[in-house]
């Protein structure tokens, strides 16, 4: 006689080992079953489909071999089937469609084969897809579903031919689209224009060929882009999010041509306009600009031999490249800040003050004041702008210029209305919803990858933690303060350095040995992630006597989670499902712990943690959720 009542086992990362036995399916009361990271062998057997209440099921990263029993379509209840990281064989079952309430389907890192059943499209409360790394041949049918709800679709590492099918640009809730490392042929579809919600779009490693819509600069949050290695020609587009990518989007299309910064040559033009062209452009521009440039030149002399004190217009307005930048002079910075007065204090750092200031053109900034009476300002002030001048990302403070003389120094910044995140985690006047939360965990991620990986050298921050998380009037997040800041050189994985970021968030091998590495700023993620939950500073008073942040939050789980929670927190969720609410929870904070082990090997890397905070999106949306400004990767 089968066990009726509900029931959730959770025996993950036990080392279990041996077959799951058949016995399995008579426990009737079967919820939830969890048999995740463990050691076990065998097939899942067909009596799995006597658990007809089950709602989860879990036997990711185990060693299953054989086929998906097509038993497993009675499970009219499940929401969530993972049974990715096995040696699954055979091919995906046609009656999968049966399971109508599924939304959340990993089957990637198998062994399957074959096309992909056509009627896997017809899921329509699925989020969350993810076929990859698997032998899955043929073509994608142009007769698929529309998908309205799909947010992650994983289909690389197979072997897929043919074009892709236009229809996908219907999908209008995708953030995350991967296709790479297939063989699609054909062009990137207009209809990709569509997905306006589209974070991460990967076509690389394919036979694509056609020009890059343009379509695609319609696409407001589009952060991540790789169509590298394929056979793609004519200008790469420069508008919308293309202005924040770089050449490694576009490696290996040897026809592609555009601006420089893409690593292509310049589109060909006709010889007889160019030649026109560039001569106006001598007369009208070139010209005036050389006279205007002598003629400054001379004035700057001039009042150099006139003026003293600080009211000199800046000596130096290079710390930035030139081109891009505006001119601002000491004067229009003292007038914006009103003599950078108290009032217009935003906050006090390691290095100087942060004022906000309103320039000539009404354009509010925060303005950077070094102390130069401080060890190590000038030090910090080139790092910053060695590390500003490189790069350019949706979710990092734009820097607008410098001022500099020989006793001033003050770097001009995006303001950032909405303040900190440690504003909003300590002041009893704010607090944020768990969306708004995942939202900037999202957003900081997303800075941090675009940082490690988004050009040839990475860039360390060094010094990560809420004060230095900013946020817009959209709430959206911004990673600023580059004063400590690393670029670490091609082909390095880790460098030392003297200057020490803030106790409480640095790595142990960075407070240790001074090595810094794109690990030590995951560690510095995965504690203001815990931070984040629990609204505890890592620097509290009860973290004493070796006890740590850390191990308060590994303590709690998986049964006490609510006990760290941040109260606040709770209150504002109020009424939503508790054990939907302790599971999203629970996987951040886990989160939160791998990113910030000990030892740096063993950490995440932060493009896994934004495929992770995704699968915890989808959870999230499971009560009929949406985002109110953007969606994730």
């Known amino acids: 006689m089968g066990l009726q009542g509900n029931i959730s086992p959770h025996i ?22 969890d048999l995740g990271d463990n050691n076990l062998t065998g097939n899942i057997p067909s009596t799995i489909g006597g658990l007809e209440r089950l709602q989860r099921l879990h036997l990711y990263n185990n060693m299953i071999e054989g086929l998906i029993p097509k038993e497993i379509c009675q499970l009219r209840n499940l929401g969530e089937l993972d049974l990715s990281n096995n040696k699954i064989s055979g091919v995906i079952p046609n009656c999968i469609s049966n399971l109508s309430l599924l939304q959340d389907l990993q089957l990637s890192s198998n062994r399957l084969e074959s096309p992909i059943p056509l009627n896997i499209w017809g899921l ?4 969350f897809l993810d076929l990859s790394s698997n032998f899955l041949s043929e073509h994608l049918s142009s007769n698929m579903t529309k998908l309205d709800t799909l947010e992650y679709l994983n289909l690389s590492r197979n072997e897929i031919t043919g074009e892709i099918p236009s229809i996908i640009g219907a999908f209008e809730s995708l953030s995350y689209l991967d296709f790479s490392n297939n063989s699609f042929q054909g062009g990137i579809p207009q209809s990709f224009g569509n997905l306006k919600g589209l974070d991460t779009l990967n076509l690389s490693y394919n036979n694509m060929s056609g020009a890059i ?44 041509c555009g601006n420089p910064i893409f690593g292509v040559p310049p589109c060909p033009t006709n010889p007889t306009y160019q030649k026109s062209k560039m001569k106006d452009i001598l007369l009208k521009f070139i010209l005036p ?130 303040g900190s995140l440690e504003k909003w985690l300590y002041s009893h006047n704010y607090c944020l919803d768990l969306l708004q939360r995942i939202n900037i965990m999202v957003d900081v991620a997303s800075a941090l990858d675009y940082l490690h990986h988004g050009q040839s050298e990475s860039i360390l921050h060094c010094d990560l933690k809420p004060t230095n998380i900013l946020l817009d009037e959209d709430m959206v997040a911004h990673v600023g303060d580059f004063g400590i800041a690393k670029i670490l050189l091609e082909n390095k994985d880790a460098t030392h350095t003297k200057t020490l970021g803030t106790i409480g968030y640095i790595a142990p091998e960075y407070g240790f040995e001074g090595k810094v590495s794109i690990k030590t700023d995951v560690y510095s993620y995965g504690i203001t992630l815990l931070e984040m939950i629990t609204r505890k500073k890592p620097t509290d008073d009860m973290f004493v006597g070796g006890f740590t942040l850390r191990q308060l939050v590994n303590a709690s789980i998986p049964d006490r989670i609510m006990e760290v929670v941040d109260g606040g927190l709770l209150r504002i969720e109020d009424g939503r499902d508790t054990i939907t609410l302790q599971s999203i929870l629970s996987s951040i904070m886990d989160l939160g712990l791998r990113c910030s082990e000990e030892l740096p090997d063993t950490r995440m890397d932060i493009k896994d943690v934004l495929v992770k905070l995704n699968k915890i999106k989808s959870t999230f949306f499971e009560n009929g959720n949406r985002v109110p400004r953007h969606t994730l990767p």
């Open 213 to 256: 819509p343009k379509s695609l600069e319609a696409l407001p949050f589009l952060k991540h882009l790789n169509l590298s290695f394929n056979k793609l020609v004519g200008e790469i587009p420069f508008g919308g999010p293309f202005v924040n990518f770089t050449a490694e989007s576009f490696l290996g299309n040897s026809a592609l």
């Open 124 to 127: 329509e409360n699925l989020l």
């Open 289 to 418: 600009v050389i006279a205007s440039i002598i003629i400054f030149v001379m004035l700057v002399y001039l009042l150099r031999r006139h003026c003293k004190g600080n009211t000199e217009i800046p000596t130096s307005l290079n710390a930035l490249p030139a081109l891009g930048y505006r001119m601002i002079s000491y004067q229009e910075l003292c007038q914006g800040t009103n003599n950078f007065c108290e009032s217009n204090l935003l906050g006090v750092g390691g290095f100087g003050s942060v004022y906000k200031g309103i320039l000539s053109d009404r354009t509010i900034v925060a303005v950077k004041v070094l102390s130069l009476q401080l060890s190590g300002t000038f030090k910090s002030f080139d790092a910053e702008c060695k590390v500003l001048r490189t790069i350019r990302h949706r979710n990092l403070v734009k820097v607008i210029t410098t001022c500099t003389n020989p006793e001033f120094r003050a770097l001009v910044l995006e303001y950032m209305p909405k």
């Open 12 to 33: 993950g990362k036990c080392q279990i080992r041996g077959h799951i036995p058949m016995g399995m399916g008579f426990l009737k009361g079967l919820i939830w079953l």
